[in-house]
């Protein structure tokens, strides 16, 4: 089935498991030798999701140079109704003037979307192809990687505590972190830690229901091609099933974004 | 779920993203939108302009109907009445032009009447002289007995 350990079941998923990495090791580049060292890239994440955010881009930017005020042809169509979607949660949600939630919404959306939709290719295809033209491993959905997940989560998390700042200065948002639920000088660490704890599960959630969606998907597309000829009725079934998940995780991440970012401007 | 420096790659990689998408992307589409949904709202406007141009023109053509045609039932009584004037004025004339000649008619039949009586009485006047005169045997002078003769003149 694939090319590196096609001898074992577990080496099979072993294998699907592993991201193609490089990494510098003594002023060297060294390929999938990278344990446990931070400064590895994993190059097929990396490759997919900014070839698929660049197509999500470049798609979109072509319409956008294009669009017309008056009948939209019917990709403009569909491009414009993601963006009234995206554009509605945000004002129904957000209560204030913000330049950069909504593109950011829309571009999490489509990204994470089209980056799930990766889930959908039969697993061994890209890998195989790739083991033909001698890269040893691939995996091709880049939202199965927690680095990429994180990237988001974090990017969100940063943007969190800038709004927060924004909105309520430095001092409304540590009163926020230590006066809350019990505003009393005495329970100013039990605060903080309930809020410091609240505070940092919103990117930790973020990124970890998504990961954790498209991994375990993942991982049941691999064991379903482990099945020989009973792979294909049960390939068919969860990835229709699975349909349903990608489109959903990504729209909950942008929701959540939305969420977390209209609850960081708000006053309390 | 080993963390690496993917994450700092994916990071910039999100900040170009969304970066882009925000100056390139989302306003142009967002404006278009925009646009398109005021042209509708315009489009939308113009038509009810026009239509209640068409009402109000449709009121105003019944009206200015419901006018003339008052107007031309005035027009037409006020000649009904004028005519009818004109008939009664010229009954009127005539009948007084008409009494007017018969008075006039009456006064010449008098006064011819009266102007045959005087030519008659004249006439009998002179032949009742020359009878008298034939009577008498003389003259009788007229001079003398003209205030007599006027009396019987009158007298007949």
């Known amino acids: 089935m694939s090319a590196a350990h096609p001898e074992t079941t577990s080496g099979y998923i072993g294998h699907h498991l592993q991201n193609l990495q490089v990494c510098k090791v003594d002023g060297e580049w060294v390929w999938n030798h990278c344990q446990g060292n931070f400064w590895t890239l994993n190059v097929d994440s990396m490759f997919f999701s900014v070839v698929l955010g660049s197509l999500f881009l470049f798609l979109f930017w072509r319409v956008a140079q294009r669009a017309t005020t008056g009948v939209p042809g019917r990709f403009q169509a569909m491009v414009e109704s993601l963006v009234e979607f995206v554009d509605t949660s945000v004002k129904e949600t957000f209560h204030g003037e913000s330049k950069l939630l909504a593109p950011l919404g829309l571009t999490v959306f489509v990204w994470v979307f089209l980056m799930n939709m990766m889930d959908l ?116 079934a969860w990835a229709v099933f699975h349909i349903l998940i990608v489109l959903l995780q990504a729209f909950i991440f942008m929701m959540l974004t939305i969420v977390y970012l209209a609850l960081a401007n708000e006053e309390h | 779920m080993d963390f690496n420096m993917t994450l700092l790659g994916q990071t910039i990689a999100m900040i170009v993203f969304v970066w882009f998408c925000m100056r390139y992307i989302w306003p142009p589409l967002v404006g278009a939108l925009d646009e398109r949904r005021k042209q509708i709202a315009d489009g939308l406007a113009a038509a009810e302009d026009g239509r209640k141009a068409l009402e109000d023109a449709q009121a105003r053509f019944e009206e200015t109907v419901r006018e003339s045609r008052e107007k031309a039932a005035e027009i037409i009584q006020q000649a009904e009445k004028r005519a009818r004037e004109i008939v009664d004025e010229a009954r009127t004339d005539a009948i007084s032009e008409g009494e007017r000649l018969i008075t006039q008619a009456k006064a010449e039949i008098s006064q011819e009447a009266s102007r045959a009586k005087d030519a008659l009485r004249g006439e009998v006047a002179a032949i009742a002289v020359s009878g008298a005169r034939q009577l008498l045997e003389r003259e009788i002078d007229p001079a003398t007995h003209q205030q007599l003769l006027a009396k019987l003149a009158s007298e007949l």
């Open chain 1, 121 to 236: 290719i039969p697993v061994d295809w890209l890998p195989w192809t790739a083991g033909m033209i001698g890269i040893p491993y691939l995996k091709v959905v880049p939202t199965t990687d927690v680095n990429v997940t994180f990237a988001m989560s974090l990017s969100v998390f940063v943007l969190i505590i800038f709004y927060s700042i924004k909105a309520k200065g430095i001092s409304g948002f540590t009163k926020e972190l230590t006066l809350q639920p019990f505003n009393h000088p005495i329970a100013i660490p039990f605060n903080f830690i309930l809020e410091g704890v609240a505070l940092l599960a919103k990117p930790l959630s973020l990124s970890l229901r998504l990961f954790g969606n498209l991994f375990a998907g993942e991982l049941i597309f691999i064991l379903i091609a482990l099945l020989g000829i009973w792979q294909l009725p049960l390939h068919f």
